[in-house]
């Protein structure tokens, strides 16, 4: 890495080291926020090519942008049309892509050169939003691990958190022929003749096929005290609030893990930092449990109106946009196509923005693709 | 402060009485509006459907056609009247229900009424029928014999809410063709219709005790299998999926029209493109884009821009979105949903993206919001666009070649605006209408259709009837039955 690079991440770690456990209310690290959202946003201009452009065009420079809301977000687009790097991609140590199923040369890619600052990102935030009452725990995942799919974020992930944060009982069930189910379950049954707390992790849709084996055959888990569940990703369809909530009614008949026991982790390929539902926090400290989401301090959250990308008020849903100082090659600023709803303490998480329906008689482009030229949306 | 308002969104024959209501409630500037709607069962819709059939069989059906017609015309010479109370009330209602601008609804609708006139619906009848006596009883068939039109007893509309307007039209076809009316209004725009079915009482009690329109929410079965039982035909207007959902549920004995997703487009050549010209075809088209958002299938959504003008295609479309701008200004397009506003902010990365990557595309766009958007290409190409004022313009070498890339879109063309040299019409028409256009029609005028119209390419009432001839021998012969022949 260059000079410029390595002074930017040295930055960056030593807010992240700063600020890496709890909940930071957002006027405390203000000012240190933007001064370093300005400095790394100084870097991006100057470093990212593409990125200079996209700002160009909105005539938005490192001269004129004086507080980090004024940065321009890059939208997730961006990250499948251009290559967003500030370091040289032929050099770098890791790349995320999107699954990106329509079309594979139309992947989201976020550059890695070296992934010391996503690592410490990761670390603390898990701590504090998933083992706020633990130091380590018996992981069990039912996603693949980093060996299987280098590419995913997701994967990089739940590797790292069981090197960091598993007990030596910690173990991947899911391997080149999918998820172990039998493997699992006798893994499971140990944990629950041990009365020893499990976590499981993986995504949302991983637990549906799971879920449904057990009922098939009849088996239900009495879990330790202290087990817990993590899910990313959510549901793709409308129903997905309700298909959350039956998803959290099968977790405690099937694994004797309540509501209070789960947390919903949001991250993004496009990201360098993950964003938690706040419920294992408040859960283990006070009595009122706080589900709305939020991130680190070195993480900014805001939804914006739809039409103007301005932010909204509290209470107000608009599209959400991330500032993760972590994402310090590619942009700092994301404009996701997520719907959201700011709320007093983070924002509720509404899900994709589908594609627009036509009232009438006209039709709107992305549904003439969908259903007239058999082609997907690009 | 603000009022409450409730306004009944249904128009129902008076025998008709209902318990459970619906509400809708729309905000306006100082006044909450409540639309109120019969919350129906199943048994309702056939009850209904039953009583407008017989208050059409004992009277509806023994008009004549001319008599319907002046009946028409009488409603529609009070809706242009401006101070008609029923007009002010749609004026000022249609924009706090649809969003559009207030100015632009009510110069929309005295356009489109006037084309209701008692000349218009001759020159309409005249249009598919050689005589429209027919519809009255059996007429004399050059070839011989006579033939006589029935319409369908009683006739189920399912209406869309993009523009408002159209439902008057079905209604009034319906009317021409002497059916009982079940017409189901959709909740983005329930009110016209109901307006203009008090008129029509207004000027003939019994006429319009033969109509019942009322919203429900699309797709329930019930409801809508009921409405179909009890229908001798149905007309659908909206998406592809609400017309593909009903087609399955008719039976094929039926008659079954269906005006579903459409999209439109404008060729432009160099001949209105010279420096007298230049400015008021883009002024044209800029209105055509604008007015009601470009919801109307009828509207565009891709341009091709010839070269060789005295403007360049790329000026043009700088020039077009000023103009979008300004229109803008003067009629401010409606508030979007965050999945509509979003469609739009897309497509604008999409294309600035491939812009900063040098490719042949620009943007021009309203800075601080998605009022409208010009995405202009430098090769020639098609389209669709995510509506609500944004829009394709492609450059063009040689319009007669290029229009070459509706082709895949067959199946969802309808009209095209177009502003070439006379010696041009020809081939150029003849191409488009290979390649699935219906409708040619003049820039600045793609949202008018006229009356009479081959609607997407179709008839409207002769799709509806059936005929019934007398053969020539059989009167010849029956001759030989009269008593007192020689």
């Known amino acids: 890495m260059r000079e410029a690079a390595q002074q930017i991440t040295q930055d960056i770690l030593h807010f992240i080291d700063h600020y890496h456990l709890g909940v930071h209310h957002p006027k405390t690290v203000e000012t240190e926020f933007n001064t370093l959202a300005l400095e790394l946003f100084r870097y991006q201009f100057q470093n990212n090519l593409p990125y200079k452009k996209f700002c160009q065009v909105r005539r938005r420079t490192p001269l004129t942008v004086k507080h980090w809301l004024d940065i321009p977000p890059m939208p997730i687009q961006g990250f499948k049309q251009l290559s967003l790097s500030c370091e040289p991609i032929e050099e770098v140590r890791a790349v995320f892509m999107t699954s990106g199923t329509t079309n594979p040369e139309l992947k989201g890619k976020n550059y890695h050169p070296d992934l010391s600052v996503w690592d410490a990102s990761m670390e603390g935030p898990f701590k504090t939003f998933v083992l706020p009452d633990r130091e380590e725990m018996t992981i069990f995942v039912l996603s693949p691990a980093e060996d299987l799919n280098k590419n995913s974020s997701l994967s990089r992930y739940l590797t790292h958190a069981v090197t960091t944060f598993g007990s030596d009982h910690s173990r991947f069930f899911f391997n080149e022929n999918g998820l172990d189910m039998e493997g699992l379950i006798d893994a499971l049954k140990d944990c629950a003749e041990r009365n020893e707390p499990v976590l499981l992790m993986g995504a949302t849709f991983s637990y549906v096929h799971f879920l449904d084996y057990l009922e098939e055959h009849q088996i239900t888990f009495q879990l330790a005290k202290g087990s817990r569940i993590f899910d990313t990703g959510g549901f793709k369809g409308q129903s997905r609030e309700v298909e959350m909530e039956q998803l959290y009614a099968r977790f405690y008949n099937y694994f004797n893990v309540g509501r209070n026991g789960c947390v919903n982790m949001y991250g993004m390929t496009e990201m360098s930092s993950q964003i938690y539902d706040q419920t294992l926090l408040t859960a283990s400290e006070t009595d009122s449990v706080i589900r709305d989401k939020t991130g680190p301090a070195w993480v900014k959250t805001v939804i914006l109106d739809t039409n103007t990308l301005d932010p909204v008020k509290i209470g107000e849903t608009g599209v959400i946009a991330h500032y993760d100082l972590a994402n310090w090659n590619s942009c700092l600023g994301i404009l996701t196509e997520d719907l959201g709803c700011k709320t007093e303490h983070g924002f509720v998480l509404l899900g994709r923005i589908k594609g627009s329906e036509a009232r009438g008689c006209s039709i709107a482009v992305d549904q003439l693709l969908q259903s007239n030229l058999g082609g997907g949306q690009r | ?486």
């Open chain 2, 1 to 486: 402060m603000t009022i409450a308002e409730e306004i009944s969104i249904y128009k129902v024959p008076k025998t008709m009485a209902f318990t459970q209501f619906s509400e809708a409630i729309i905000e306006g500037e100082r006044t909450v509006y409540h639309l109120k709607y019969p919350s129906l069962t199943s048994d309702d819709i056939q009850q209904m459907m039953n009583v407008v059939e017989a208050n059409r069989e004992s009277y509806l059906a023994s008009l004549t056609t001319q008599e319907i017609v002046e009946k028409i015309d009488q409603a529609i010479q009070k809706w242009l009247d401006p101070d008609y109370p029923l007009r002010r009330r749609a004026e000022q209602l249609l924009p706090v229900i649809t969003g559009y601008d207030k100015d632009m609804v009510r110069l929309e609708l005295k356009k489109y009424m006037r084309t209701f006139r008692k000349k218009e619906l001759l020159r309409f009848l005249d249009e598919e029928f050689d005589q429209p006596a027919m519809l009255d009883e059996f007429r004399p068939r050059k070839s011989g014999g006579m033939s006589r039109a029935f319409g369908p007893n009683t006739l189920f509309h399912v209406f869309s809410g993009n523009v408002p307007g159209v439902q008057i039209w079905s209604l009034i076809m319906g009317l021409l063709l002497k059916s009982a009316t079940l017409g189901k209004t959709s909740l983005s725009e329930p009110l016209l219709p109901v307006l203009f079915a008090q008129s029509l009482e207004e000027v003939d009690e019994k006429l319009a005790e033969t109509l019942a329109i009322l919203p429900w929410k699309g797709g329930t079965a019930e409801l809508e299998n009921a409405a179909i039982a009890n229908a001798d035909a149905v007309i659908v207007y909206g998406s592809n999926k609400t017309v593909e959902t009903m087609r399955q549920r008719v039976p094929l004995d039926k008659p079954f029209l269906t005006y579903g997703h459409k999209i439109s487009f404008a060729v432009i050549g160099k001949e209105a493109l010279t420096p007298d010209l230049y400015y008021e075809t883009i002024y044209k088209l800029a209105e055509d884009i604008s007015i009601y958002d470009q919801q109307s299938c009828l509207a565009p959504q891709s341009v091709f821009v010839e070269q060789g003008g005295a403007i360049s295609p790329k000026q043009f479309a700088q020039i077009l979105a000023s103009e979008l701008g300004r229109y803008h200004k003067k009629r401010p397009r409606a508030r979007l949903t965050d999945e509509e506003a979003m469609a739009i902010q897309k497509l604008r990365d999409r294309y600035q993206f491939e812009a900063l990557q040098g490719d042949q595309v620009e943007v021009y766009a309203s800075q601080t919001n998605t009022a409208w958007t010009v995405v202009y290409h430098e090769e020639a190409g098609f389209e669709g666009s995510p509506l609500n004022r944004s829009i394709h313009i492609f450059s063009s070498e040689n319009l007669e070649r290029d229009v070459l890339s509706i082709k895949p879109y067959q199946s969802l063309l309808q009209s095209c605006g177009l502003a070439v040299a006379p010696d041009r019409l020809f081939t150029l028409a003849d191409r488009l209408g290979h390649y699935g256009v219906n409708r040619i029609c003049s820039v600045g005028e793609m949202n008018s259709a006229k009356p009479g119209w081959h609607h997407d390419g179709g008839f409207n009432l002769l799709d509806l009837v059936r005929i019934v001839d007398i053969e020539r021998d059989v009167e010849q012969k029956m001759e030989a039955f009269d008593p007192d022949v020689e």
